[in-house]
C-alpha cells in the first residue's frame, strides 16, 4: 500500500494543493495529515483528494469542532495520539512525537517541521516535515510503501 504523510499544512492553500496534486498524480492509497491544519478554510480542500483521508489534531488547529465537522465529510479526524491498522501495520499518528505502551510498526508526527525517516529494529518514526514551507524553507510531503517498509521524503517545490 502507497501512503501519503503530510504535516503542517499551517492554512498555505498554495502548498496545500500542490500537495494534493502530488499525492493524486502518484495515486496514492490512503493520505495521513498529523496535524497542524490551523483553519477550517484550509482543511475543506483535502476533499480533494482521491484517496482516504484521516488526520489528528495538532496545537495549532484552531475551531476544532468545525475542523471536524468539516473533515468527517470526506475523511477522519481524532485527537492525538491516535493507534489504528492499516495494510496489516499497526500505525501511531500523532502530531508530537510520544511514548506508546502497544507495539507499533510506524509513527507518524509532525509539530517540529523538519523532516525525518528513523527506523529502528521494531519501528518507523516518519516526520515528513512541513507542508507550509515557510519556517524552514522547504514544503515537503512523504510517501511510505507498506509492503517494502520504503520511505521518501519529497520537496513539492521541485516536484510535479
Known amino acids: 500500500m502507497k501512503i501519503g504523510i503530510l504535516s503542517d ?10 500537495a494534493i496534486e502530488f499525492f493524486n498524480l502518484r495515486q496514492v492509497n490512503f493520505v495521513l495529515h498529523a496535524g497542524d ?3 477550517v478554510s484550509s482543511a475543506k480542500h483535502f476533499e480533494k483528494l482521491k484517496a482516504p483521508f484521516m488526520a ?3 496545537n495549532n488547529d484552531f475551531e476544532t469542532c468545525d475542523l471536524a465537522r468539516t473533515i468527517n465529510k470526506f475523511g477522519q479526524i481524532y485527537d492525538s495520539p491516535y493507534m489504528f491498522v ?3 501495520k499497526t500505525f501511531v499518528l500523532t502530531h508530537r512525537i510520544c511514548s506508546v505502551e502497544k507495539h507499533f510498526d510506524y509513527m507518524i508526527y509532525g509539530h517540529t517541521h523538519k523532516p525525518s525517516i528513523q527506523k529502528t529494529p521494531d ?25 517494502t517498509n520504503r520511505v521518501e521524503i519529497f520537496d513539492l517545490d521541485l516536484e510535479n
Open 9 to 18: 499544512t499551517h492554512n498555505n492553500t498554495d502548498k496545500i494543493l500542490k
Open 37 to 39: 491544519f490551523s483553519f
Open 56 to 58: 489528528v489534531f495538532g
Open 86 to 88: 492499516l495494510d496489516g
Open 123 to 147: 519501528a518507523t518514526f516518519i516526520n515528513p516535515g512541513e507542508v507550509w514551507g515557510k519556517r524552514y524553507g522547504r514544503s515537503t510531503v512523504a510517501v511510505l510503501e507498506t509492503e
